[in-house]
């Protein structure tokens, strides 16, 4: 029986071709804007794994505010509590010279490096650079990162002790400002003064960034950026431990030692690589939920209209459910008939989205930075939703058709 109903769906679903492949639009749009959604936010979370990853595992990342509120407290009020605190890297950076200082002498720490984000546009000649992420910090910064030249070398701790004004800068950087030109000893402008571009940062294959490009960047020495600012911001600083072993022993080191600067104020984070990981994690799945929920109503949408259709195509039959009743077609008979036509044209909608989406990705993974990530269970989860739109509204349709008289049916005509 089941068969035989499958195999009626897919007949009159072929007999009125435009009217189902309507009917289908609706689960098509809403599978494939919610794998979309889904997809590009795990692409971005891959992509961001991949680079906290390429840091390495023994690398604590000091911010100004407390971005995280522990969850271990005993108190059930701080667990309900516990989380990400946007809000609180926003403002003034609470780190200090002392902060600095105190990361670097610490045991087992055997590199840091603390810098500062200067807001400055970068020209050369007429041409204008307004979305480069212009920073000051200090050589040990390029080792910490394991970032590596294309051309030309990363300044030294000498240009840094002299405040020379020499500069770093990124492969979509050099790529807006000189073009196929070699940058090596060319002048590059920041708020009116020039720096000499000694090197070129090898081209990242990151898709997406921690806030910033990594492509599209200027480096500068931290003292040359005082020298020009007037000014010593620690935006932040990174710390290498000698182990992995020891990171959280450093870690813990550090929140004392930090805590002890600030008076015993809790107005930083210490965030080893997992957390930071965890923290943005986190982020992307609020904004991923978000969105996948607002392109899932699309999915609503797609339900009411197969009930719609099914409603009118009951009105059609009538005569085919009379005559079927007649012979002796039972309420289950009927409405198994009609529920699974519902099933079938919200299955083939689901399946068409699937493969549009796929498809999606693949075009967005060719124009723009980030490959989308589709998982069985996304792909599961999708035909799962088309199955249950299907069930939901092709029952109130198939119930109506079962529960004709016959006579009344035929009567009808």
Same mark, same amino acid.
């Given at each position: 029986?089941?068969?035989?109903?499958?195999?009626?769906?897919?007949?009159?679903?072929?007999?009125?071709?435009?009217?189902?492949?309507?009917?289908?639009?609706?689960?098509?749009?809403?599978?494939?804007?919610?794998?979309?959604?889904?997809?590009?936010?795990?692409?971005?979370?891959?992509?961001?794994?991949?680079?906290?990853?390429?840091?390495?595992?023994?690398?604590?990342?000091?911010?100004?505010?407390?971005?995280?509120?522990?969850?271990?407290?005993?108190?059930? #009020? !701080?667990?309900?509590? %516990? $989380?990400?605190?946007?809000? /609180?890297?926003? &403002?003034? =950076?609470?780190?200090?010279?002392? +902060?600095?200082?105190?990361?670097?002498?610490?045991?087992?720490?055997?590199?840091?490096?603390?810098?500062?984000?200067?807001?400055?546009?970068?020209?050369?000649?007429?041409?204008?650079?307004?979305?480069?992420?212009?920073?000051?910090?200090?050589?040990?910064?390029?080792?910490?990162?394991?970032?590596?030249?294309?051309?030309?070398?990363?300044?030294?701790?000498?240009?840094?002790?002299?405040?020379?004004?020499?500069?770093?800068?990124?492969?979509?950087?050099?790529?807006?400002?000189?073009?196929?030109?070699?940058?090596?000893?060319?002048?590059?402008?920041?708020?009116? #003064? !020039?720096?000499?571009? %000694? $090197?070129?940062?090898?081209? /990242?294959?990151? &898709?997406? =960034?921690?806030?910033?490009?990594? +492509?599209?960047?200027?480096?500068?020495?931290?003292?040359?950026?005082?020298?020009?600012?007037?000014?010593?911001?620690?935006?932040?600083?990174?710390?290498?431990?000698?182990?992995?072993?020891?990171?959280?022993?450093?870690?813990?080191?550090?929140?004392?030692?930090?805590?002890?600067?600030?008076?015993?104020?809790?107005?930083?984070?210490?965030?080893?690589?997992?957390?930071?990981?965890?923290?943005?994690?986190?982020?992307?799945?609020?904004?991923?939920?978000?969105?996948?929920?607002?392109?899932?109503?699309?999915?609503?949408?797609?339900?009411?209209?197969?009930?719609?259709?099914?409603?009118?195509?009951?009105?059609?039959?009538?005569?085919?459910?009379?005559?079927?009743?007649?012979?002796?077609?039972?309420?289950?008979?009927?409405?198994?008939?009609?529920?699974?036509?519902?099933?079938?044209?919200?299955?083939?909608?689901?399946?068409?989205?699937?493969?549009?989406?796929?498809?999606?990705?693949?075009?967005?993974?060719?124009?723009?930075?980030?490959?989308?990530?589709?998982?069985?269970?996304?792909?599961?989860?999708?035909?799962?939703?088309?199955?249950?739109?299907?069930?939901?509204?092709?029952?109130?349709?198939?119930?109506?058709?079962?529960?004709?008289?016959?006579?009344?049916?035929?009567?009808?005509?």
């Amino acid at each position: 029986m089941i068969w035989q109903n499958i195999k009626n769906a897919f007949l009159s679903i072929k007999s009125a071709k435009l009217r189902s492949a309507l009917t289908a639009v609706g689960v098509v749009i809403g599978v494939f804007a919610v794998l979309v959604m889904v997809g590009v936010g795990d692409g971005v979370k891959a992509d961001i794994e991949g680079q906290i990853s390429n840091l390495g595992t023994n690398v604590l990342t000091i911010t100004s505010g407390k971005l995280t509120q522990s969850a271990s407290s005993s108190d059930p #009020k !701080q667990q309900k509590g %516990s $989380g990400i605190n946007l809000a /609180s890297g926003i &403002g003034a =950076s609470t780190l200090t010279e002392a +902060d600095v200082k105190t990361i670097a002498t610490t045991p087992n720490v055997t590199s840091s490096a603390a810098f500062g984000i200067i807001s400055s546009s970068v020209t050369k000649d007429q041409a204008v650079n307004n979305s480069a992420f212009v920073i000051a910090t200090t050589p040990s910064y390029f080792d910490i990162r394991k970032l590596k030249t294309s051309q030309g070398s990363f300044f030294t701790d000498s240009d840094n002790n002299k405040e020379e004004f020499v500069a770093v800068i990124g492969a979509d950087t050099k790529q807006s400002l000189f073009g196929s030109e070699d940058p090596i000893g060319r002048t590059i402008t920041l708020r009116g #003064k !020039q720096f000499v571009v %000694s $090197g070129v940062i090898e081209k /990242s294959d990151a &898709g997406v =960034s921690l806030g910033a490009n990594p +492509d599209d960047i200027v480096i500068i020495p931290i003292n040359s950026a005082i020298k020009l600012t007037g000014k010593n911001d620690v935006f932040r600083v990174i710390a290498e431990v000698d182990s992995e072993k020891n990171v959280e022993k450093v870690k813990a080191s550090l929140e004392q030692s930090i805590r002890s600067n600030h008076s015993g104020s809790d107005d930083f984070s210490v965030l080893t690589q997992k957390e930071l990981l965890n923290t943005f994690n986190s982020i992307l799945d609020i904004l991923t939920t978000f969105v996948a929920a607002i392109a899932a109503i699309s999915l609503l949408v797609g339900g009411i209209g197969i009930m719609n259709i099914m409603l009118v195509t009951v009105s059609e039959r009538t005569r085919e459910i009379g005559i079927r009743k007649a012979m002796g077609a039972t309420f289950g008979n009927i409405m198994g008939q009609f529920l699974t036509e519902s099933i079938i044209i919200s299955l083939i909608g689901g399946v068409i989205g699937v493969l549009a989406s796929y498809l999606a990705g693949l075009v967005i993974a060719n124009f723009a930075d980030i490959t989308p990530v589709y998982s069985p269970i996304a792909l599961i989860s999708a035909l799962g939703a088309s199955l249950f739109i299907g069930v939901v509204f092709g029952t109130a349709p198939a119930i109506k058709a079962a529960r004709k008289h016959p006579i009344q049916a035929l009567k009808s005509l």
